[in-house]
């Protein structure tokens, strides 16, 4: 074959072209489930199921005391929505017992459902 600069270039240029596709394609990973999102870490944990008797709260140890303790005056929606701190959520607790008139439970009541909206709804986890 007669190898002038003209087909030389062409060449160059055919190859160059073949190794962008080539790379292209490496950044397409079919096994990853959701292009652009990092794949769940170990660290995060199976997520938890929400528990439909419960307006869909998350199904972890505490979650009726929570449910029957706060669901009276309003949704639970407005719990679901919250990303506070730990400190936040005791100084809510009080808030709702002395200015809003919600009852007092017995102390493990009130334990049991301070950790699980610490759990669940708290911005420090
Ligand atoms: C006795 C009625 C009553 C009960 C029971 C009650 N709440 Fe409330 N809660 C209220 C009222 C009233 C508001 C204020 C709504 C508003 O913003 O006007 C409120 C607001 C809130 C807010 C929003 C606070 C903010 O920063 O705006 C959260 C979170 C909350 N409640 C969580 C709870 C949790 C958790 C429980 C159960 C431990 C609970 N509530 C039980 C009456 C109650």
């Known amino acids: 074959m007669h190898l002038n600069l003209k087909t030389a270039g062409v060449a ?6 073949g190794v962008t596709l080539a790379v292209a394609a ?6 990853r489930a959701v292009q652009g ?3 769940a870490t170990p660290e995060s944990g199976p997520a938890v199921a929400p ?3 419960f ?4 199904d972890t140890a505490g979650v009726e005391e929570t449910y029957y303790m706060c669901s009276g005056c309003h949704s639970t929606a407005i719990i ?3 990303s ?3 400190a936040r959520w005791d ?4 808030w709702m017992i002395e200015e809003q008139g919600m009852a007092k439970p017995d102390e493990e009541t009130k334990q049991a459902i301070l950790a699980y909206l610490k759990e669940h709804f708290s911005s420090e986890r």
């Open 12 to 17: 160059a240029a055919m190859l160059l072209f």
């Open 26 to 31: 490496q950044a397409y990973d079919p096994m």
């Open 37 to 39: 999102q990092p794949a």
């Open 51 to 53: 528990n439909p008797d």
């Open 55 to 58: 307006e869909n709260l998350p």
């Open 80 to 82: 679901k929505q919250q």
């Open 84 to 86: 506070i701190s730990d």
């Open 91 to 94: 100084y809510l607790w009080d």
